[in-house]
């Protein structure tokens, strides 16, 4: 069941070399609370890319880099997302915060951020 929705949403504009833009949601802990579970998706919304005779076309790629939950042991746990993770969405048990990230090369780029709270 969907408890809650949040939305967000991140640009970057690069006309030359690349530019990465970083948004990390945190989940504040509230005494007698436990932290949220959620599912957290990004997707680009908009761009426009342009071209370089002598670098090519343009580009822009939106993913989720990292994340923070509190672990079994009650204790806030850093994870990196792997390198080759090709999805748009994650589930967080207990999370505690979660970083996106918005990249563009001789583009501009909207990417919309949603973060649904599951019960």
Partial sequence: ?????????????????EQTVYITVQFQPQFGIPQPNIT????ISAFSQGFDPGGGAG???ANITHYQHVNAQGMIED???PADWLNNAIDIDRAYAVTFA???Q??????????????
């Avoid at 069941?1 to 070399?17: E, L, R």
């Avoid at 957290?40 to 997707?43: L, V």
């Avoid at 001789?106 to 019960?119: D, K």
């Fill in 102 to 104: 918005l990249t563009a």
């Fill in 40 to 43: 957290a998706t990004m997707a």
């Fill in 59 to 61: 580009g822009v790629g």
């Fill in 1 to 17: 069941m969907i408890t809650d929705v949040w939305h967000f949403v991140m640009n970057v504009d690069a006309p030359g070399p």
């Fill in 79 to 81: 994870v990196d997302v």
């Fill in 106 to 119: 001789l583009a501009w780029a909207y990417a919309m951020i949603t973060i649904l709270f599951r019960g």
